[in-house]
């Protein structure tokens, strides 16, 4: 029983820290642009325009655009790990002083952020355009 006082004065000392808040944040704001994102491609969806469900008067998407949005999605969640990762391997780097590795992996995870937030924001300005 003492185990699960210990792992939550644990879990209470990480919330203390402010990588945890950073992960946090982070998570939040790919969550937040998930959903932003998947709110309009709802609208989109055509079975249910059929089944009139949607709000959203949207034209129907061809083929090639479906596969467009389809890789995009997969690269916004690839991006969004791996910008987490990077910046895991930041936090290991700077603790064990491995400075020029540390700052390597800094810079790889603010690419791949911002990369993430590029996919986002296109996807919102393509849906936000698409639909009337």
């Known amino acids: 029983m003492k185990w699960i006082i210990d792992d939550i004065k644990n879990a209470l000392t990480q919330l203390g820290r402010w990588q945890t808040w950073l992960v946090i944040g982070l998570i939040?704001?790919?969550?937040?642009?998930?959903?932003?994102?998947?709110?309009?491609?709802?609208?989109?969806d055509a079975i249910l325009m059929s089944l009139r469900h949607t709000a959203g008067a949207c034209r129907e998407m061809t083929n090639g655009?479906?596969?467009?949005?389809?890789?995009?999605?997969?690269?916004?969640?690839?991006?969004?790990?791996?910008?987490?990762?990077?910046?895991q391997q930041y936090l290991e780097f700077k603790k064990h002083?491995?400075?020029?590795?540390?700052?390597?992996?800094?810079?790889?995870?603010?690419?791949?952020?911002l990369f993430g937030i590029f996919l986002a924001v296109a996807a919102l300005i393509f849906f936000n355009s698409y639909c009337r």
């Open 97 to 113: 002083a491995a400075h020029h590795q540390a700052r390597r992996a800094l810079i790889g995870g603010i690419r791949w952020m």
């Open 65 to 87: 655009i479906i596969i467009f949005m389809f890789c995009g999605m997969i690269f916004f969640l690839f991006s969004g790990l791996l910008t987490l990762g990077e910046f």
């Open 28 to 44: 939040s704001l790919f969550a937040l642009l998930a959903y932003l994102i998947g709110s309009f491609a709802f609208k989109t």
